[in-house]
């Protein structure tokens, strides 16, 4: 005895079931290893901090400082801790503090406030306490009081404290809001725009009392409104332009008092509008856009009087315009945009003479212009973001003459221009936000010199998203489409290792559909329009089928089908066999919803009329022929949700008497018939998601009394039956994503209980059953993407705890759990596009480090290793993975456990 149990034992090793491992799942290749941008935005100085929003891809968008010139980019808070975004917004400095709005994911968008530590981080007030939106907006800050606007609602004021935040008033009672707007700070008044519901949008004014928050003047009077623009504050007084409905929209000034509140200058006499625009206070003379309707849309400048508001200069002599924008002071000098006769918009400057108003340079030759953007004073100079003909939008300074108007520096090599945006002055340097086309957008400051342009820390390290599409499988290896961040939107193929991951060939593929191991695919091309290509994995076997548009790629047999349009002619049914010459017309017809049914292809078509029928196509033009007109005299429903069940085509239809109903074919007029009137009358149950399931088809539809739920059916009117209620009454359970599992249908429904979980049904009431409650109570995990690898159920659903994951069940509930938490905590990786290739489960997931990316998931076989090699080896065969070493162990063990079985019948005779 003692001799036989190691034999035994080494029999039941092989033949007893071990412990499964959990497999795992693994990054197959980073493909996009462009950086991923922080996108600094709201760039704010504070008493020579800059604070601005930005996001490392850890923490989400918060809230990040620089201190000083020599300082490093540091997080201020994770307001909203872990991935999720606070997305702080509208940053203003009141007093030494910031402000700004924020959402911590609990008190809903609401006033924040910081000092630039941590714990000085805080929220000011909860306006609209729980998750609520109080959405503050165009916080202005006026001698030491933030003013701001709740919802967009009514006017609101803040000390920095709870209680002293609170509405300064109900500018418009009842449930209108006076929509505040244009917030302007004026010595100590706050200045804006407000309709009381009596007098329009008009000119006010507030002390941040509300007895002191008055109209100043009903410019257009009653319930016209004159609606105030541009407001620019001036010493003591604030100018804009308004319409008063006698002399069009003009330039007005106001002191606060009706009386004071005067139009400056009717510039275009009349009711025609001068358009007075871009206002803008240098050294207390404004200068501002208009048309007097004869010199066109030229440089006005005005020292609030009206003979004192004249043409500074006609640029473009005549009716047309120069249309001056982005008017920028510095040191005195006016610069803006503009353009004339000879050159695009580019950069000019005025002194306020008409001798003085001259182009600064011709950035770009010709009439398309420099599309210059960002104007901003920084160090004495004027820094902009501006195009030539060699590098692209790039970071430009001016001192107002040709020579010293310069590209600051090539920030992304070459025309494709590194995008400089929210242009920031702080302590004389220049921060602002570019991308040098390897660490993306992130923070940058310039002195003015090229050496002297850097960039700050790269706040966010992780790389770029490869932005996966098309997962398809063809000939034992997975194709998709992919980005790498250089060449554009490709056809790649991957064998589960990174090295046997890589590019094909530049083509931007798409419809990619597996025919006989041979990948058909569409592409577009600039020159010739879209294109149907082929390929067999490699570079020199991917190649153009035919010139021609193609559709609804289908695979019946080792014939592809598809749809498409030639000239002017309407859809047609075309098929190829992978040559230029085997690509022809079936037959003049306007098909759809293509799907082969044991080797014959069936669709929808109409060949006259608007009513589309059942056809079907043997790949000739004889043999493509209507099965059956279901809809004649009805109205027009076309057959809908063709499916394969053992052989058999279901699919829902409408005869115009019975609704949309479960009905099947054979491929026979007589044949062709509707299985079961579900929903009695003209309603329809609407039949969906039909599924397979080993000659069963089970489907979705509704009926009066039990609502959308689960039913079967054998192709029989008695045999097509409610399989069970979930959710009791009429409500419905709405399962969705049906997928068979070696006999089992599993799917996702709701009940009242539970939410939308995972569920499972062998075609019986008592056998369909939630297989776990994954989000315990009436939350829900919203299980997708349900899928068959290898007899395991593989799917994604979503938890507070890890987000949205891969998961896997074997239909029980221990069974049922997370595969991998790729993005670690609550962060969610949200896999999509689940593909399985000879025991490999493709699909692409999002992590910070990488962004959305490739992934691979193989279950673990006891006693068995899966190697890179094992799955090219696996690969390159076309079958499962080869492991040799298990293979000959099991060879020498097999006749020994035989021999040992031999030696316990004998000793126990």
């Known amino acids: ?75 201020v808070k994770d307001i909203r801790p872990g991935p999720e975004s606070s997305y702080p917004g509208s940053l203003v400095e009141v007093s030494g503090t910031l402000f700004f709005r924020a959402d911590d994911g609990t008190n809903g968008m609401e006033l924040w406030k910081s000092d630039g530590t941590e714990s000085g981080t805080v929220l000011v007030k909860d306006i609209r306490p729980g998750t609520e939106d109080a959405d503050p907006s165009h916080l202005t800050g006026v001698n030491g009081t933030l003013f701001f606007v709740v919802d967009n609602d009514e006017l609101w004021k803040s000390d920095g404290t ?41 000119l006010w004014k507030s002390d941040g009392t509300e007895q002191g928050t008055v109209l100043v003047k009903d410019i257009a009077s009653g319930l016209l409104e004159s609606y105030p623009l541009s407001l620019v504050a001036v010493g003591g007084m604030v100018f804009f332009s308004a319409d008063d409905d006698t002399h069009g929209r003009e330039l007005w000034k106001s002191d606060g008092t009706g009386a004071g509140t005067v139009l400056v200058k009717d510039i275009r006499n009349g009711s025609s509008s001068s358009l007075s625009g871009y206002l803008t206070n240098v050294d207390g003379t404004i200068f501002l856009a208009a048309n007097d309707g004869i010199h066109g849309t030229e440089l006005w400048k005005s020292d609030g009087t009206e003979v004192g508001t004249v043409l500074v200069a006609d640029t473009v002599p005549g009716y047309s315009s120069s249309y001056p924008m982005d008017l920028t002071v510095v040191n005195g000098m006016l610069f803006y945009t503009g353009r004339d006769d000879t050159v695009g918009r580019e950069l000019w400057k005025s002194d306020g003479t008409e001798a003085g108003t001259l ?33 692209g939008e790039e970071l430009w300074r001016s001192d107002g003459t040709e020579t010293g108007t310069t590209l600051v520096a090539d920030i992304y090599p070459g025309a494709s221009g ?45 790389t770029e998203s490869a932005g996966l599409g098309h997962l398809t499988k063809a000939a034992g290896k997975l194709f998709f489409r992919a980005y790498d961040g250089t060449n554009g939107a490709d056809l790649w193929r991957s064998d589960g290792t990174e090295a046997g991951t890589f590019r094909i060939q530049e083509c931007s593929p798409e419809e990619l559909e597996n025919v006989n191991g041979t990948l058909f695919f569409t592409v577009a091309k ?45 859809y047609e049914l075309w098929k190829s066999d992978g040559t230029e010459i085997g690509t022809v017309r079936v037959k003049d017809i306007s098909p759809e919803d293509l799907v082969d049914v044991d080797g014959t292809l069936f669709f929808t078509a109409r060949d006259s009329g608007d009513d589309y029928e059942l056809w079907k196509s043997d790949g000739t033009e004889a043999g493509t022929v209507v099965v059956k007109r279901i809809t004649t005299g009805a109205p027009s429903f076309a057959p809908d949700r063709l499916t394969e069940v053992g052989g058999v ?21 007589a044949g062709t018939l509707m299985v079961r009137d579900i929903r009695a009358g003209p309603s329809g149950s609407y039949p969906g998601f039909l599924t397979d399931v080993n000659g069963t088809v089970f489907f979705v539809a509704r009926d009066d009394t039990n609502g959308e739920e689960l039913w079967k059916s054998d192709g029989t009117e008695i045999g097509t039956v409610l399989v069970r209620d979930i959710w009791p009454g009429s409500y419905g359970s709405y399962p969705q994503y049906l997928t068979d599992v070696n006999g089992i249908l599993f799917f996702s429904a709701s009940n009242d209980t539970d939410g939308e ?55 029980s509930e221990p069974g049922t759990v997370m595969v991998q938490d790729i993005w670690p905590g609550p962060g969610t990786s949200f896999p999509w596009g689940l593909t399985s290739v000879h025991g490999m489960l493709f699909f692409a997931a999002t992590e910070p480090a990488t962004g959305t990316e490739l992934w691979v998931h193989k279950e673990d076989i006891p006693g068995e290793e899966w190697t890179a090699a094992d799955a090219q080896a696996s690969m390159a065969a076309g079958g499962q993975p080869n492991n040799s070493s298990a293979f000959n162990s099991l060879m020498i063990a097999l006749p020994l456990a035989f021999l040992g079985l031999i030696i316990l019948r004998r000793r126990f005779r």
């Open 757 to 811: 979980e995972l569920w499972r049904s062998d075609g019986t009431h008592e056998g369909s059953f939630m297989v776990k409650d994954i989000r315990p109570g009436n939350s829900e995990s919203r299980p997708r993407d349900l899928m068959n690898l290898h007899g395991t159920l593989f799917f994604v659903a979503f938890t507070p705890e890890s987000g949205s994951e891969l998961w896997k069940s074997d239909g």
């Open 162 to 202: 709870e209680a002293g935040t609170l509405p300064v008033k109900n500018i418009r009672t009842g449930p209108m809001p006076s929509y505040p707007d244009s917030l302007t700070a004026v010595e100590s008044t706050l200045f804006f725009v407000a309709n009381d519901g009596t007098h329009g949008d008009e």
């Open 418 to 462: 590194s995008l400089p945006g929210d242009l920031t002055a702080v302590d004389g340097s220049l921060f602002f936000r570019a991308d040098d086309g390897v660490h993306g957008a992130e923070l940058w400051r310039s002195d003015g010199t090229e050496a002297g342009t850097v960039r700050g820390r790269d706040i966010r390290t992780q």
């Open 649 to 669: 085509l279901f699919f829902a239809a409408d005869d115009g008497t019975n609704g949309a109903e479960l009905w099947k074919s054979d491929g026979t007029e």
């Open 526 to 570: 600039d020159t010739t329009g879209w294109e149907l290509w082929k390929s067999d994995g490699t570079e020199v076997g991917t190649v153009l089928v035919k010139e021609i548009a193609a559709e609804y790629l289908t695979s019946v047999g080792s014939t592809l089908f598809f749809i498409s349009t030639v000239g002017e002619s309407d």
């Open 1 to 75: 005895m003692k001799r036989a149990i190691p034999m035994l034992s080494v029999l039941l090793a092989f033949l007893l079931p071990g412990k499964e491992a959990q497999g795992a799942s693994r990054l197959v290749k980073d493909i996009n290893t462009i950086t991923t941008s922080s996108y600094p935005i709201y760039l704010t100085e504070v008493e020579g901090t800059l604070f601005f929003a930005a996001s490392d891809g850890v923490s989400g968008a918060e809230l990040w400082k620089r201190e000083g010139i020599g300082g490093a980019e540091v997080l």
């Open 359 to 391: 182009l600064v340079k011709d950035i770009r030759s010709g009439l398309l212009g420099s599309d210059m953007e960002f104007l901003v004073a920084a160090s004495d100079a004027l820094f902009f973001q501006a195009t030539d003909e060699l590098n």
